[in-house]
T-cell receptor, first 113, second 114 residues
Framework: DAKTTQPNSMESNEEEPVHLPCNHS???????IHWYRQLPSQGPEYVIH???SNVNNRMASLAIAEDRKSSTLILHRATLRDAAVYYCILRALYGGSQGNLIFGKGTKLSVKP | NAGVMQNPRHLVRRRGQEARLRCSPMKGHSHVYWYRQLPEEGLKFMVY????????ESGMPKERFSAEFPKEGPSILRIQQVVRGDSAAYFCASSPRDREDGYTFGSGTRLTVV
């Protein structure tokens, strides 16, 4: 599976937008970009995913570079409840991993009041 | 529509005992995945199952660990003869048939071996 690179940590102020970057320079044409987050002492939570076009849902937006070698998860107004570890994961539509998600270290987001 | 249900939430076992962790996937989800998270570490894939089939067990330790997803009932992750190093949070996730969709994770079972 192609790998992703994320900053170890980021800080944000409450009610400000947050842009969480992810690099995936070896992405293949059939890899979906998934984002999950894990709040303290909880299981991971699906946030958003996309293939080529930018995506929006009630939780966040996903901006995907034209060459697909990077993407950015956008939280439009951070709240204290958004403090979590955010994982950017490539999920192969076909092939050897059978689609299981490979979690890296993620980005630990801290939100200051 | 209930989410992924895992039980028990907390499990304490003495060294050498067996641990059984249960996972009921979301209604309509036929794919189940088990992950382990050691203290202060990331999530590690263990096994991927469909009903009555193990699809990928590449992350399972070679001994003492087994998993099943029977035709009826929950998926079970079984750890025989537990050791202190098995203490971790074990998460189950499920997904619909379509691989493009996201996973839904349960709240996990926190196993403590004393």
């Amino acid at each position: 599976d192609a790998k992703t690179t994320q900053p170890n940590s980021m800080e944000s102020n409450e009610e400000e937008p947050v842009h969480l970057p992810c690099n995936h320079s070896t992405i293949s044409g059939t890899d979906y970009i998934h984002w999950y987050r894990q709040l303290p002492s909880q299981g991971p939570e699906y946030v958003i995913h996309g293939l080529t076009s930018n995506v929006n849902n009630r939780m966040a937006s996903l901006a995907i570079a034209e060459d697909r070698k990077s993407s950015t998860l956008i939280l439009h107004r951070a709240t204290l409840r958004d403090a979590a570890v955010y994982y950017c994961i490539l999920r192969a539509l076909y092939g050897g991993s059978q689609g299981n998600l490979i979690f890296g270290k993620g980005t630990k987001l801290s939100v200051k009041p | 529509n209930a989410g992924v249900m895992q039980n028990p939430r907390h499990l304490v076992r003495r060294r050498g005992q067996e641990a059984r962790l249960r996972c009921s996937p979301m209604k309509g989800h036929s794919h189940v995945y088990w992950y382990r998270q050691l203290p202060e570490e990331g999530l590690k894939f263990m096994v991927y199952l469909q009903k009555e089939n193990i699809i990928d067990e590449s992350g399972m330790p070679k001994e003492r660990f087994s998993a099943e997803f029977p035709k009826e009932g929950p998926s079970i992750l079984r750890i025989q003869q537990v050791v202190r190093g098995d203490s971790a949070a074990y998460f189950c996730a499920s997904s619909p048939r379509d691989r493009e969709d996201g996973y839904t994770f349960g709240s996990g079972t926190r196993l403590t071996v004393v």
